[in-house]
């Protein structure tokens, strides 16, 4: 009986590890997971969370232009642990001139793994016009790539993110 806790106790461990190393290793479907949050459908799922154009809770304009807030933003979430970009697509707009302005188009694709088993959230932006020309929202879809359910952990990394761009950046408004 002993041996065979002993083999059942090795097999759970063997497949426990098993799972970990194979979440960690799996890739990216980089066309699956980078979206343009103002156009992504809602998952049917609870493990996701959404603010700004095509959702539900409205994001903060900034007084500042969307080249300024995208690398502000770019800041914050590259100093959380495990993120890292996975995909992007932006470009800074030319004017008719063609000089250089510190507008962005386009969005960007984040991943961020949580600290034990390595699951994947995968987090899309964009960074938008507001106002005049000189302010700028996003709008961001934060989503698990495994499970039904993320505790709230997107919900929480979403508002944590909005707040330190609110605490760096001159806002216009905040929801």
Not at 8 to 18: Q, S
Not at 97 to 116: E, K, N
Not at 122 to 145: H, N
Request: include cysteine.
């Amino acid at each position: 009986m002993k041996r065979l806790l002993g083999f059942f106790a090795i097999a759970l461990t063997l497949c426990v590890v098993g799972a970990m190393v194979g979440i960690r290793l799996s890739g990216h479907d980089v066309e699956r997971w980078h979206v343009d949050p103002t156009a992504a459908p809602t998952p049917d799922s609870s493990n996701w969370f959404g603010a700004g154009r095509g959702f539900d809770v409205p994001a903060p304009v900034f007084d500042v232009e969307t080249g300024i807030l995208s690398s502000t933003f770019d800041r914050i979430a590259l100093a959380d642990a495990r993120t890292e970009i996975i995909a992007d697509d932006r470009l800074p707009t030319t004017s008719s001139g063609g000089t250089q302005t510190p507008q962005m188009v386009g969005h960007v694709t984040f991943v961020q793994r949580s600290a034990v088993f390595g699951f994947p959230d995968y987090i899309s932006v964009r960074f938008l016009p507001a106002g005049d020309r000189s302010q700028s929202t996003l709008s961001i879809f934060s989503r698990s790539r495994f499970g039904q359910s993320d505790f709230g952990v997107n919900q929480a990394r979403v508002e944590r993110w909005l707040a330190e761009l609110a605490a760096q950046l001159p806002t216009v408004s905040t929801p």
